[in-house]
């Protein structure tokens, strides 16, 4: 079965623009998660979605923001953009996620943001 | 602060030999994961160990859990150049609805 599709794959934004980042889960996977990669800081969690519902949410500012549609579907929104928002935005999906099962990730390739 | 941290940040090896990798992390979990990234890609799992198994194994990698010490390792045997990547260990912590949370990562370079 087809493996977790981000896009864009690598975009290039200048400071104050925004951006909108697509994830598509594995079919039947219904948890989708957001996570930011930067070599300083390693893997940030960002937030994850259930059944169109964010359940967790990580510290980041409120420029961050997703929404998961009712096909589980996710994408994430990124306004005024800085830049140390420059880096390597990964998607991940599990079946249910949360702390129930195994809650084993797979990750999309990643969507590389780089800030001018 | 990291939840998890791993141990050595960069390990280099000769083709053939063992490769081993620690994490520590500091709250109770769940169960403990290591993952994989080659360059600039995304996370590829490769195991999970439950806070009540002290050790597991699948094909050259042997992962243990001290729940005491708070601690894993994660043992590649007969390393090979593909081994080379980045490792990293993922704690589940108990409660509900928790999430996933990484450390900072391992580089694994393996010489042919």
């Known amino acids: 079965k087809a493996g977790v599709t981000q896009t864009p794959r690598y975009l290039i934004k200048t400071r104050g623009q925004q951006v909108t980042l697509s994830c598509s889960p594995i079919?039947?996977?219904?948890?989708v998660s957001w996570y930011q990669q930067t070599p300083g800081q390693g893997l940030q969690f960002l937030f994850e979605y259930f059944s169109e519902t964010q359940r967790n949410k990580g510290n980041f500012p409120g420029r961050f923001s997703g929404r998961q549609f009712s096909n589980s579907r996710s994408e994430m929104n990124v306004s005024t953009l800085e830049l140390g928002d420059s880096a390597l935005y990964l998607c991940?999906?599990?079946?249910?996620?949360?702390?129930?099962?195994?809650?084993?990730?797979?990750f999309g390739a990643g969507s590389r943001l780089t800030v001018l | 602060s990291q939840q998890g941290e791993e141990d050595p940040q960069a390990l280099s090896i000769q083709e053939g030999e063992n490769a081993t990798m620690n994490c520590s992390y500091k709250?109770?979990?769940?169960?403990l994961q290591w993952y994989r990234q080659n360059s600039g890609r995304g996370l590829v799992h490769l195991i999970l160990?439950?806070?009540?198994?002290r050790e597991k194994h699948s094909g050259r990698l042997r992962v243990t859990l001290d729940t005491s010490k708070k601690s894993s390792s994660l043992l590649i045997t007969a390393s090979r150049a593909a081994d080379t990547a980045s490792y990293f260990c993922?704690?589940?912590?108990?409660?509900?609805?928790?999430?996933?949370?990484f450390g900072k990562g391992i580089t694994l370079s393996v010489r042919p």
């Open positions: 709250t109770s979990i769940n169960n």
């Open positions: 160990i439950r806070s009540n198994e």
């Open positions: 991940a999906s599990s079946p249910t996620g949360g702390s129930s099962g195994a809650n084993v990730l797979t």
């Open positions: 993922a704690t589940l912590l108990t409660g509900a609805n928790s999430k996933l949370t």
């Open positions: 079919s039947g996977h219904r948890s």
